[in-house]
């Protein structure tokens, strides 16, 4: 292993971009670049955001609460899209500094709530509709271990892992082998915990659940890095058979659709303001209509 030997100035300025899938997204400052403001629908929760997994989390929750016959969810989804760099607009960065996907505005109340990072918004919901969440406890606190577990451990997995081995302009075995590493000893983690729980945080199905899959269950499914072979995926039984049953839930399905545009067309739905939108709104629908007109 003999990778390219770099020597780290004094002090480091950025001078280029980092190459790379996405690299045009990445810079060392924070703060708005334009202004826009954010279109604002009828639903008591505005959902801003893109089918990443991290976008993902929040969509299969609110589709979860709908399912569950939580009418006060209905929800706008929005779509934000961070290659063209809408969440670094005025009216993004004011509902998330950080300009990361998802955010989320509560208007269900006297006063607009903003609510970001995706674990800070599936606790947000489970709370505000008890729901996916035990109230007290050793099982709250064991949902929010997993939670926290999930939250501390993906950037390995997406930031690590996924890009050196998919996005990086180069590969490098150092850090490939490194983050490969970090991402077998996390799927072995979960192995173990799933060996005795149905759920990753005992019998009920959480939030824990709804953060953990949306990476690595889409990651041993193939749908993350196109590493589920490299990885060996499949010598986590356990993690598969508790992906594949997550995977069959309506509500999971639904949330995968929500703010993706990418993919097959019939899986995209790239605005979601009403439940009928899954039957009329998906674009394999909308773009032979544009292109009619």
Same mark, same amino acid.
Request: no cysteine; aromatic share 12%; hydrophobic share 40%.
């Given at each position: 292993?003999? @990778?390219? %030997?770099? %020597? ?11 190459? +790379? $899938? ?44 709908? /399912?569950?016959?939580?009418?006060? *969810?209905?929800? !706008? *989804? ?18 998330? =500094? ?7 505005? @509560? ?11 995706? +674990? ?7 709370? #505000?509709? @008890? ?37 990086? =302009? ?17 799927? &072995?983690?979960? !192995? ?10 005992g019998d009920d199905y959480s939030i824990a659940d709804m953060a953990i899959w949306a990476w690595y269950g889409q990651l041993?499914? +193939? ?13 986590? %039984? ?5 992906? #594949?049953?997550? &995977? /069959? ?13 990418? +993919? ?7 605005? $979601?303001?009403?439940?009928? !939108?899954? &039957? %009329?709104?998906?674009? @394999?629908k909308l773009e032979p209509a544009e292109a009619d007109s």
């Amino acid at each position: 292993m003999s @990778d390219t %030997t770099y %020597t780290p100035p004094k002090v480091w300025t950025w001078e280029q971009e980092s190459g +790379g $899938r996405f690299a045009s997204i990445n810079r060392p400052i924070a703060g708005a670049t334009h202004d826009k403001e954010l279109p604002v629908g009828e639903h008591p929760y505005q959902l801003y955001s893109l089918a990443t997994p991290n976008g993902v989390k929040v969509t299969v929750m609110l589709e979860e609460l709908l /399912a569950a016959g939580h009418s006060g *969810a209905e929800y !706008d *989804a929005w779509l934000i899209n961070i290659g063209e760099g809408d969440q670094f607009g005025s009216g993004f960065v004011e509902v998330n =500094p950080n300009s990361k996907i998802p955010a989320l505005m @509560d208007r269900s109340g006297d006063a607009p709530v903003r609510v970001f990072e995706s +674990g800070s918004i599936l606790m947000h919901l489970a709370e #505000k509709f @008890d729901a996916f969440l035990p109230k007290e406890g050793a099982a709250r606190a064991e949902v929010m271990n997993w939670l926290f577990w999930q939250m501390g451990s993906a950037p390995y997995l997406g930031g690590g892992f996924g890009h050196f081995y998919a996005y990086a =302009p180069e590969k490098y075995e150092y850090p490939i082998n490194r983050f490969s590493m970090e991402a077998k000893r996390q799927l &072995d983690v979960l !192995d173990r915990q799933l060996a005795d729980n149905r759920y990753i945080a005992g019998d009920d199905y959480s939030i824990a659940d709804m953060a953990i899959w949306a990476w690595y269950g889409q990651l041993v499914l +193939g749908r993350l890095y196109e590493a589920a072979e490299f990885l060996d995926v499949e010598s986590y %039984t356990h993690v598969l058979r508790w992906t #594949k049953e997550i &995977d /069959a839930r309506p509500a999971v399905s639904r949330g995968r659709m929500v703010n993706r545009a990418f +993919g097959e067309l019939h899986t995209q739905l790239r605005e $979601r303001h009403d439940a009928s !939108d899954f &039957d %009329t709104k998906t674009q @394999d629908k909308l773009e032979p209509a544009e292109a009619d007109s």
